[in-house]
T-cell receptor, first 112, second 109 residues
Framework: DVKVTQSSRYLVKRTGEKVFLECVQDMDHENMFWYRQDPGLGLRLIYFSYDVKMKEKGDIPEGYSVSREKKERFSLILESASTNQTSMYLC???????????FGPGTRLTVT | KQEVTQIPAALSVPEGENLVLNCSFTDSAIYNLQWFRQDPGKGLTSLLLIQSSQREQTSGRLNASLDKSSGRSTLYIAASQPGDSATYLCAVKDNDMRFGAGTRLTVKP
């Protein structure tokens, strides 16, 4: 069974903290993605990666960075968390041939 | 830039009713279209994937159709149940993957 896991379901951090969100997939997919989802704004792509050590900016990369040292793991980093980064963060991986995308359970991040 | 629209934004039906959710997109040059379900506070669960060369896909009580030329897809849910209550999102893939805002479905017992 296809599985994408995220390190935390809920996270509360203080303004200025460095935050790491981890995502792991067990399907050997090359493509992985980080989105944030906010009411009224839908899903917005932050960063994506087509392979190990590769990263591409999405629509809203400002304030974020990513790391992909291993194929199965894609990390999202908030260098200095701010209150406007309070959101639901969703990780996804995509199967290359058919293009089906699979999502993790999400991390609800609150920055106070 | 591809735009994906889902109408209606919310829908409430009595249990047992058949219903159709709509998804439209502006650029017909897509690779595939995927329907997802999202429960409150949870991630997205893939329901059906339709490749650009296909017209429809079925899974249980769900049937998704694709008309690329008109930029439309529908998700048909037969004999709706309260457990079907969720937000349903469609997403189209061209060079990127673009998501609709979703339709929030409530099925009343």
């Amino acid at each position: 069974d296809v599985k994408v896991t995220q390190s935390s379901r809920y996270l509360v951090k203080r303004t200025g903290e460095k935050v790491f969100l981890e995502c792991v997939q067990d399907m050997d997919h090359e493509n992985m993605f980080w989105y944030r989802q906010d009411p009224g704004l839908g899903l917005r792509l932050i960063y994506f990666s087509y392979d190990v050590k590769m990263k591409e900016k999405g629509d809203i990369p400002e304030g974020y960075s990513v790391s992909r040292e291993k194929k199965e793991r894609f990390s999202l980093i908030l260098e200095s968390a701010s209150t406007n980064q309070t959101s639901m963060y969703l990780c996804a991986s995509r199967e290359r041939v058919l293009g089906e995308q699979y999502f993790g359970p999400g991390t609800r991040l609150t920055v106070t | 830039k591809q735009e994906v629209t889902q109408i209606p934004a919310a829908l409430s039906v009595p249990e047992g009713e058949n219903l159709v959710l709509n998804c439209s997109f502006t650029d017909s040059a897509i690779y595939n279209l995927q329907w997802f379900r999202q429960d409150p506070g949870k991630g997205l669960t893939s329901l059906l994937l339709i490749q650009s060369s296909q017209r429809e896909q079925t899974s249980g009580r769900l049937n998704a159709s694709l008309d690329k030329s008109s930029g439309r897809s529908t998700l048909y849910i037969a004999a709706s149940q309260p457990g079907d209550s969720a937000t349903y999102l469609c997403a189209v893939k061209d060079n990127d993957m673009r998501f609709g805002a979703g339709t929030r479905l409530t099925v009343k017992p």
